[in-house]
Each structure stands twice: as structure tokens, then as C-alpha cells.
């Protein structure tokens, strides 16, 4: 059974400062994986999708990587501002479809 | 570009009580599913569907009923609510394609008194 972890489970950071968010899985036969961002009480937003032959994807400020080998993802998130104080979460898809297995997120605060 | 739509946003029940989530979506996405998102236990996915008249049980499918009856709709209904059904739940949709990003509904908060 796929099982996806966030480790840190919260982080704190000064504004500026750049992210690093982690996130490992345990079956390395994975099609793709999603990271997402959540706002309190809200739903979820696609921030970056890694196809399994790709290493990397990057959007603006975001870059995301990917070592299926060894089952991580890092998501990083350069010159941080207090607007992506969010909860973010990395989620894999083991084959064509839709059957998502999420890891528990990573709440992000970044102080002004 | 109204994307995945969920109604109601926020219900409250009582134990025994039927109601049905609704999820549309505007997108004409093959694939169509429900999580539901607890504290300590994350999103976890309740069922899905591949296409109009396909569906299938994910993790956590005890209680719930699901149908696809037109590629556009996918509800939920739990039949007789219980209090371990309070939860926040959403929808979710997308192509299946290589691609495959998933679009996520606001969700719906429910109580189950």
C-alpha cells in the first residue's frame, strides 16, 4: 500500500526566506505526483504537476523535483511572502485516473 | 469558468438522516472522485468514477452510495448519516490524461449530531 509523508508537519519561516517542503513515498511505481496548496477552510489548488519521467517543473516562484528512485519530492519556494502562509500537500497517483494518495500536508506560516 | 461546483457548502445532521453532496463539473472530465479530509487522517478517497455509468470504491466507501449517470454529475449520499461521517468532503475531477491534473470543488462541511 502507497503511503506518502510530510515531514515537516508545520514550518515558520521570515519573509524572504526560501521554502523547502518534503515529501516521500514508499512504492516508486508512481504515474505522477501533484502538490497543492490549501487556504484555512478552503479547498485545494493545484500548484504543480511532475509526469513520473520528468525530474523537475517549475512555476514562477515554485520548483518542484522528483527522484523516483529513492521516493521524494521537494517542493521549494523561493523569497517567501506572508501570502503563501497555506497548507501545502504532495499527493501521488500510482496509475492513469484519479485515485489520489495524499500525504498529510505541511502548514507553512511566514511571518512579515 | 465555473470549474468543480459542490453543494451545499455546509449541512448539519442528525444521526439516521439521508442527504445526497452534489458535485458538478463544467470541465467534460472523464474522471470524477470523492475525498474526505479529516484531522490527523488527511484526504482520503471514498469513491470514484472513470465515466458515465463506471464506479468504484476507494478506501473508505462504508456508508456512502455514489452514481454517475451523466459525465457532468457525480453525488454522494450516505444513507443513514453517523456521527464518524462528520467530515469536510470534496470533490474532485479530471481528464486521465498523462497530464492528469486533478481540479478540487471547495468541499462541503458536515455535522452529524
Known amino acids: 500500500k502507497q503511503e506518502v509523508t510530510q515531514i515537516p508537519a508545520a514550518l515558520s519561516v521570515p519573509e524572504g526566506e526560501n521554502l523547502v517542503l518534503n515529501c516521500s513515498f514508499t512504492?516508486?511505481?508512481?504515474?505522477?505526483l501533484q502538490w497543492f496548496r490549501q487556504d484555512p477552510g478552503k479547498g485545494l489548488t493545484s500548484l504543480l504537476l511532475?509526469?513520473?519521467?520528468?525530474r523537475e517543473q517549475t512555476s514562477g516562484r515554485l520548483n518542484a523535483s522528483l527522484d523516483k528512485s529513492s521516493g521524494r519530492s521537494t517542493l521549494y519556494i523561493a523569497a517567501s511572502q506572508p501570502g503563501d502562509s497555506a497548507t501545502y500537500l504532495c499527493a501521488v497517483i500510482k496509475a492513469a485516473g484519479n485515485k489520489l494518495t495524499f500525504g498529510g500536508g505541511t502548514r507553512v506560516l511566514v511571518k512579515p | 469558468n465555473a470549474g468543480v461546483t459542490q453543494t451545499p457548502k455546509f449541512q448539519v445532521l442528525k444521526t439516521g438522516q439521508s442527504m445526497t453532496l452534489q458535485c458538478a463539473q463544467d470541465m467534460n472530465h472523464e474522471y470524477m472522485s470523492w475525498y474526505r479530509q479529516d484531522p490527523g487522517m488527511g484526504l482520503r478517497l471514498i469513491h470514484y468514477?472513470?465515466?458515465?455509468?463506471?464506479?468504484d470504491q476507494g478506501e473508505v466507501p462504508n456508508g456512502y452510495n455514489v452514481s454517475r449517470s451523466t459525465t457532468e454529475d457525480f453525488p454522494l449520499r450516505l444513507l443513514s448519516a453517523a456521527p464518524s461521517q462528520t467530515s469536510v468532503y470534496f470533490c474532485?475531477?479530471?481528464?486521465?490524461?498523462?497530464?492528469?491534473?486533478?481540479?478540487f470543488g471547495a468541499g462541503t462541511r458536515l455535522s452529524v449530531l
Open positions: 468514477s472513470v465515466g458515465a455509468g463506471i464506479t
Open positions: 474532485a475531477s479530471s481528464t486521465g490524461t498523462a497530464k492528469n491534473i486533478q481540479y
Open positions: 512504492d516508486s511505481a508512481i504515474y505522477n
Open positions: 511532475i509526469q513520473s519521467s520528468q
